[in-house]
């Protein structure tokens, strides 16, 4: 199977230049051969403590949070949930998951459980060039923590509000800092914001407290207000990846609850979060005007494209036919793909066909189908699916979109 997977790799990438080649390849190759989960641990802050002015003399991370079991995951599922999260962002398209790609293999090391970085990574991103990764990191790790929260959706909270008409209630607040994701499940929407370090070595309350206080009064209190239906919770998520010389990786979150509010000027929904997560995933797929259409139905009619549906695991997945028509076929087909459930694309298509559907009533008894990821592959609650896709069988479909 590894033979396999070099051979169509190499050829995949042939046309690249020699060092993209060698580059691209390892990092893709490093996450997949990451089979085993990897961990990060959770500490969960008390709101009271990070809203104080200052903490107590002599406080340890034990008194201020709580520890909860590890956030378990693998390399693949990482890097499925940073190229999510990469094209949840509207306002920079550029080569996105794949830069991803590029620096993770040299920097962390996904083989280590719990999850740490390379010796000698955190000199390397004193470099200002690479702080990005950090962010990135932080942004994926949040979608994870917010799949074990049974929260399969999300959107750009920041995307959504530049995408409003000049002269909106809700445009008004474009300019002001804001949490990173709207996230949802079926009944009810939940901010987050997402940071990252990779330099903060030590579980030193003080300093994490700062960035918890000042992401919560900033980014999460104001948006809990302005947002409407008011979110259930707002957290603030702080994932601090280190090299394992002192303590290990861990994850501090903080989650003030909601409150109604008569404030709330700026309508986002369950039905809004999932139409812009599944349009960034569309996007993902190179599906660009169908994912416009999914946000605005009125700017376009729907195209046909061909799909190649593969069987993975217990469930159908779509597979955009790049190939244009290689009809049915059978035999070993082993590729690195995007994805979605079939019954999910359907009903996308649905909704893009018809003003009266919406996602959250077609997709209201949709099961989790990502229990059952095989190796090499990670399959999302939302049905979105990255990975090397090993099957046998294929089969044409062609759906409006």
Known sequence: MIAIFLFYMLEAYAALPQIGVHMLFKALLELVFSLRNTSIEVHEWNQSDVRRPRLANGSTLGMVSTKHRDLSFSGCQLA?????????????????????????????????????LKRGAGQALNDFSLTGMTGRVGQGLAILYAHRMDLRFAAHLKSYVCSLPAGSVGAAHKNESMADFLFS??????????????????????????????ALEKQVDPWMRYLRPAPSNGYVIYSCLRDGVSEPSAMFVVDPEGENTELSDLPMGVEQVMRENYAAWLRAMGLVESAERLLRPEV??????????????????????????????????????????????????????????????????????????????????????????????????????
Request: with cysteine; charged share 20%; glycine share 6%.
């Open 185 to 214: 499940n079926a009944h009810e929407t939940v901010l987050i914001e997402a940071k990252g370090s990779f330099t903060l070595r030590e579980n030193a309350p003080s300093e994490i407290k700062k960035v918890l206080k000042k």
């Open 80 to 116: 499925h949930a940073v190229v999510k999260a990469d094209y949840l962002d509207t306002r920079n398209l550029t080569m996105p998951g794949i830069g991803f790609l590029f620096q993770a293999s040299g920097i962390i090391d996904f083989d280590s459980c719990p999850l740490e």
């Open 300 to 401: 376009s009619q729907p195209v046909e494209y061909s799909f190649l549906i593969a069987r993975v695991g217990n469930r159908e997945f779509a597979f955009l036919d790049r190939y244009l028509g290689i009809g049915s076929y059978q035999g070993w087909w082993i590729e690195p793909c995007l994805g979605l459930d079939v019954d999910v694309l359907l009903a996308i298509s649905s909704v893009v066909r018809s003003s009266q559907e919406s996602l959250q009533d077609l997709l209201a008894n949709f099961p989790d189908p990502s229990e059952a990821s095989p190796a090499y592959v990670s399959i999302f609650p939302d049905g979105s699916i990255f990975g090397l896709i090993v099957c046998d069988e294929l089969h044409p479909v062609r759906i409006l979109l």
